[in-house]
């Protein structure tokens, strides 16, 4: 596998630091004369061919959710005639400036899929696995994902999404129908999208895995969760992200409550409320104008400048998460699927510069951990953690946060879910990553770049990391044909069972061992955290 220099890796290192199948009804397969050429549901497209892989891109699956739309339910394409082009990406959805939206965007009309498969034809139909990129639920886009080598290498159908974000996925008003979930109803539109459509493609409609990373993987769990969601998918996969995920107070900013993404659907309604009372004057509602109505018809640059304050999603209020995800794992009231969940060794590490700047004194470190977890539980905290065992009081610091926040509450949701279903459980642990920042090691998303090229970037590994790169995806393409990511050329990776939660280290060969069993459950003191809250 080749790796070259992409002009974007210092932007998108920034950037990402932060049940039975329904069957088809689409059957038209892609003309081997002419395999750019596909023709789905809504009308024909045509791609073209990059390397080994035919990729589709902007394809849309539900209809512009602009004027009377923005706020409801994701509706059907409108059909089109003749052949649509599906060379190039269409807009992200709404969002701020960063880097894997430069400029960032108020187009609404944003909700496109693009697809990657291999041009070679198969006899029998490839797993398809569908992407939901993360980003705080406030950013990101399918777009900033190359799908090639995944596809091609794993003999998959590879398809990235968009879906509305922050303010216009995540808002929620009295009397406003699916309140905070609109973007959790485009995923699942994506999906329907895909149940009528993979075939045309090379996929099979009855082999989906829906996969993500951070807000991705825990959308991924929301979706486990979604009663709507009912035989759209056949697996799943979560990169640092699930059901349990949350954070206590001052843990991962200063002055910040602790809190998760899963919130009642009346706090959801009432922030919405509020804010759209304070904002009045920005939304340049006319007298006598019902509120809704102004909302519907407010400039979207004035709302995408709000959206940060939507970035919660709700339950209780519909279909789509009748309850918190969180509840509903944790009550086995899940879709059963095969599961591949894991996380990266220093989680944390990106999120301790907002604590002084990262400049943590050992006289702070105690003092921080009392604001984390109250005066009677810090002195267990210190004890497991104690600085002596670390270079720095903020490498102590980012092992707290990180085992709090990330690890065991994905090692939690995997105990949970092992108990219905297989869960192969793994922890990304290259500390040299492409995207690695200096004192950071396996950090936030350091594990992207060994499954996708990002942002038109091939990101430069040495022969041991394109190796873990071919390996991993080997396991989870193999994941995702069988529900079992075992295979020939790499170590085996055994299931969880009750008790603690063993699965992967992912590392390259030439650093601490390479890939090898490991018990994310001591390793990251689950023990203590299932007690400290």
């Not at 990235?160 to 129908?177: A, D, H």
């Not at 095969?338 to 907002?354: F, I, M, Q, R, Y």
Request: aromatic share 8%; hydrophobic share 40%; net charge positive.
């Amino acid at each position: 596998m080749t790796r070259k220099l992409g002009k974007k890796k210092a932007r998108l290192a920034l950037a990402l630091l932060l049940v039975p199948v329904a069957l088809l009804t689409n059957r038209v397969t892609a003309s081997a004369s002419d395999p750019v050429e596909v023709r789905t549901d809504a009308g024909v497209l045509r791609g073209e061919v990059s390397g080994e892989a035919r990729v589709f891109n902007g394809v849309p699956y539900a209809a512009p959710p602009v004027k009377d739309l923005r706020w409801k339910a994701p509706q059907p394409v409108k059909p089109w005639t003749g052949v649509r082009d599906a060379k190039q990406y269409r807009s992200a959805c709404p969002q701020q400036d960063n880097p894997e939206a430069p400029g960032g965007s108020t187009t609404e009309d944003c909700l496109y899929l693009n697809v990657t498969t291999p041009v070679k034809q198969s006899a029998k139909p490839r797993p398809v696995v569908v992407w939901i990129p993360g980003g705080g639920f406030f950013m990101g886009a399918g777009s900033n994902y190359g799908a090639n080598e995944m596809a091609t290498r794993g003999d998959a159908v590879v398809v990235t999404i968009n879906y509305r974000l922050g303010i216009f996925g995540f808002f929620g008003y009295p009397g406003l129908s699916g309140s905070g979930t609109y973007g959790i109803q485009d995923q699942q539109a994506a999906l329907r999208w895909v149940q009528r459509n993979a075939r045309s493609f090379g996929g099979d409609p009855r082999n989906v895995t829906v996969a993500g990373e951070s807000a991705g993987g825990m959308s991924v769990c929301a979706q486990m969760t979604s009663p709507t969601a009912t035989g759209l998918f056949s697996k799943a996969i979560m990169q640092s992200g699930s059901c349990a995920f949350s954070w206590a107070d001052n843990s991962q900013y200063p002055g910040q409550a602790g809190d998760s993404f899963w919130v009642p659907e009346s706090r959801v309604r009432q922030t919405g409320a509020e804010w759209a009372a304070a904002t009045k004057d920005k939304l340049k509602c006319t007298p006598g104008q019902a509120m809704l109505d102004c909302l519907r018809a407010a400039d979207p640059a004035v709302l995408t400048a709000e959206t940060l304050q939507f970035t919660q999603v709700a339950y209780g209020g519909t279909a789509t998460l009748p309850l918190s995800p969180a509840k509903a794992m944790k009550a086995g009231l899940f879709h059963r699927v095969p599961v591949l969940s894991g996380n990266n060794h220093d989680e944390a590490t990106p999120w301790v510069a907002a604590f002084n700047g990262g400049k943590i004194s050992d006289a702070d470190y105690p003092r921080m951990v009392k604001d984390m977890v109250g005066a009677k539980q810090a002195a267990a905290v210190l004890r497991e953690y104690p600085l002596k065992n670390y270079k720095s009081a903020a490498e102590a610091w980012a092992a707290v946060t990180t085992d709090r926040i990330w690890s065991c509450t994905q090692v939690a949701n995997d105990l949970q879910a092992a108990r219905k279903v297989p869960v192969y459980a793994y922890e990304f642990a290259d500390t040299n990553s492409p995207l690695a920042q200096p004192g950071q090691g396996a950090a936030h998303a350091m594990e992207l770049p060994y499954l996708f090229s990002l942002g038109g970037a091939e990101l430069p590994m040495t022969p041991a990391q394109q190796r873990l790169s071919e390996q991993m995806i080997d396991y989870w393409t193999t994941f995702a044909r069988t529900g079992n990511p075992n295979g020939p050329d790499r170590p085996h990776w055994a299931p969880v069972k009750h008790g603690d939660v063993n699965g992967l280290s992912l590392a390259p060969a030439d650093q601490d061992g390479g890939i090898k069993p490991v018990n994310l459950s001591t390793e990251h003191h689950c023990g203590l955290w299932s007690k400290v809250r």
